[in-house]
């Protein structure tokens, strides 16, 4: 299994909206791919702004390549993203999964 982090800092103020909207895109496309196994989005306070890591999980990376494209190390990003005041990462990082309980 592969583990994909992608990043970002929102504003406080807008958060309790872009977590519903990552979960209506992202996660929603991520789900509609033949392989996904499953997200988790943390989030952490820094000040006035939220970071948060969205964690989805493949069970290959041919199944990323369905949800990402060819180019797997560049994030999946949508045009409304920015409405919301996000500064994103525009790589994502991948992990093999040694373990998961």
């Not at 103020?13 to 979960?23: C, G, H, K, Q, T």
């Not at 499953?38 to 948060?52: D, L, P, Q, T, Y």
Request: hydrophobic share 40%; charged share 25%.
């Amino acid at each position: 299994m592969i583990a994909r982090e992608w990043r970002c800092v929102c504003p406080a103020d807008n958060i309790n909206e872009f977590i519903p909207y990552l979960s209506l895109t992202g996660i929603k496309d991520a789900k509609n791919t033949p392989g996904f196994k499953g997200a988790e989005i943390f989030k952490r306070e820094e000040g006035a702004s939220i970071e948060v890591t969205l964690i989805t999980f493949w069970e290959s990376m041919e199944s990323i390549i369905a949800f990402a494209g060819e180019n797997v190390e560049k994030a999946v990003l949508y045009p409304e993203d920015y409405k919301y005041g996000i500064s994103s990462d525009l790589s994502v990082t991948h992990y093999t999964v040694a373990d998961r309980f």
